[in-house]
């Protein structure tokens, strides 16, 4: 990252900004992609819990925050940060950086530290964009997060259909809530259920991306 921008993970933070910008989101949701959600009531919780989406393009967690009126916090690749500007600007958005590929704790443990406050986590288990579309294997630090926050996970899966006429069909399906209790998870658990929770946060995201077919 560079050394112009340095994300002060020492406080917690709730931006409003998307709440002034909602208004201008939502025509361009309803007019340039044609957009569609499905399953908003399932957003309707209170407390703190962890959505988990599928990851198509930079406008997912615009795409994401459409579909309730609450304020989510996202965990967004470093690279994103690089730009004083840009960062500013993401980290109003309630974007918070991560180094990909080397266990980055600090930032995990700050998304840990705002569901137990009672925020909402918007994670992208995958880890980066599908260069297709559809649905990969998700990393392990989803089952990791939803562990440590005992946390429930509301799966999302973001389908696009390209050169419908009238601007590309976005369908923003929200599944029904994964209790954290069926997780798998047990008092003295290994690694191993981590990722086989977050097999099965990715297995459910990707049956909900294929109803949309």
């Not at 996202?74 to 974007?95: G, Q, R, T």
Request: with cysteine; charged share 25%; hydrophobic share 40%.
């Amino acid at each position: 990252m560079a050394d112009k921008f340095k994300y002060d993970y020492s406080s917690f933070h709730n931006f409003k900004m998307m709440n002034t910008i909602r208004p201008l989101c939502n025509f361009l949701c309803k007019t340039k992609y044609n957009i569609e959600f499905r399953g908003q009531e399932n957003l309707d919780r209170k407390g703190g819990f962890i959505i988990a989406a599928n990851h198509i393009s930079a406008l997912d967690p615009m795409f994401i925050a459409m579909a309730s009126k609450r304020l989510f916090h996202y965990i967004a690749k470093e690279e994103l940060f690089e730009n004083p500007v840009m960062a500013k600007a993401i980290v109003h958005l309630n974007a918070f950086p991560i180094r990909r590929g080397i266990g980055d704790m600090k930032a995990v443990n700050y998304g840990i530290e705002l569901v137990r406050r009672g925020e909402v986590l918007c994670i992208f288990p995958e880890g980066t964009r599908s260069p297709d579309g559809t649905p990969k294997t998700a990393k392990s630090g989803v089952g990791y997060i939803a562990r440590a926050t005992r946390a429930d996970v509301v799966p999302v899966a973001i389908f696009k259909e390209k050169n419908e006429k009238g601007g590309s069909k976005v369908i923003i399906n929200i599944g029904e809530v994964i209790p954290n209790s069926s997780l798998g998870f047990t008092e003295n658990g290994k690694s191993k259920e981590n990722k086989a929770a977050a097999k099965m946060i990715m297995d459910t995201i990707t049956a909900l991306w294929e109803e949309c077919r």
